[in-house]
């Protein structure tokens, strides 16, 4: 069993930066692999969750959406059981319930490959 917290969201302006952190209670977190989902308001199905960002179970692999690229960083601390995104110059169009998942070892970009979930964290960006 795993459980995720996400942490760090909030209200910015256009431009500023915010780092989102999901931490887990897995005794053997290193084995999964964690992404980060969003949910755009008004959209309320899992399968309406966009993939944002993906690490593998070491870390040695990332994966970014288009939307994303260059601006977002996906990190992970196996030792402390976390995984951060940094995001930066934020747009309004980020605004949106940010989640992370778990799965066994590889990313996906599939939701519903995903078993393990947090509650979620809102990111509102401000024009």
């Known amino acids: 069993q795993v459980q995720l917290v996400e942490s760090g969201g909030g209200l910015v302006q256009a431009g500023d930066s915010l780092k989102l952190s999901c931490a887990a209670s897995?005794?053997?977190?290193?084995?999964?692999?964690v992404a980060w989902f969003r949910q755009a308001p008004g959209k309320a199905p899992v399968k309406e969750r966009e993939?944002?960002?993906?690490?593998?179970?070491?870390?040695?692999?990332?994966y970014y959406s288009d939307s994303v690229k260059g601006r977002f960083t996906i990190s992970r601390d196996n030792a402390k059981k976390t995984v951060s995104l940094q995001m930066n110059s934020l747009k309004p169009e980020d605004t949106a319930v940010y989640s992370c998942?778990?799965?066994?070892?590889?990313?996906?970009?599939?939701?519903?490959?995903?078993?393990?979930w947090g509650q979620g964290t809102q990111v509102t960006v401000s024009s």
């Open positions: 998942a778990g799965r066994p070892y590889t990313i996906s970009s599939y939701p519903y490959e995903y078993s393990y």
């Open positions: 897995a005794r053997t977190f290193s084995d999964y692999a």
């Open positions: 993939f944002v960002a993906g690490i593998t179970w070491s870390g040695n692999i990332t």
